[in-house]
C-alpha cells in the first residue's frame, strides 16, 4: 500500500526554484501555483482584497480576473523564459511582458495555469524518471 501523503508530496525545492517547462521551440521555468510557492498565496490574497465582493458575489468580469491572475504569474510563477515574438526576437521576461503575452495567448496561460497547478511536475521521483528516457 502507499501513502496518499507520499505520492501527493511534491518536492518544495523545485516548487520553489521552478522546473522547466518545455514547448515546442521555446520554454517556461515556471514554480508551483501552491505548495511551498507560499509568495504565490499571499499575492493572491492581496490583489484579491480589493475584489473580494465581487468574487463571492460572483461579479468580477472575466477579463479583471484574467489580468489579476496575469499579475500574479508573471510575479510568482514564471520565472523565466526563452521566448520569441513572432519575428523570432527574444522578448525580455519581465512583468510587463510576461502580463501581454499571457493575455494575448489565454490558450497558453490556461495550459501553464495547469501545469502550475499540478504537483506531478513539482515531484523529483517524476523528473528522475523523465530524465532516464
Known sequence: MASP???FKGDSNLEIKGVKIQYDGFSVTIARAGGANTKYRELINALGRDYRNDIRSGTLPPEKELEMMAVVYARTIILDWDVTDEK?????????NIVKELLDCPDWFADLQAKAMNVA?????????ELKK
Not at 511536475?121 to 524518471?129: M, P
Open 5 to 7: 501523503k507520499k505520492q
Open 88 to 96: 523570432n526576437n527574444p522578448i525580455p521576461c519581465t512583468e510587463k
Open 121 to 129: 511536475y513539482f515531484r523529483k521521483r517524476e523528473l528522475e524518471d
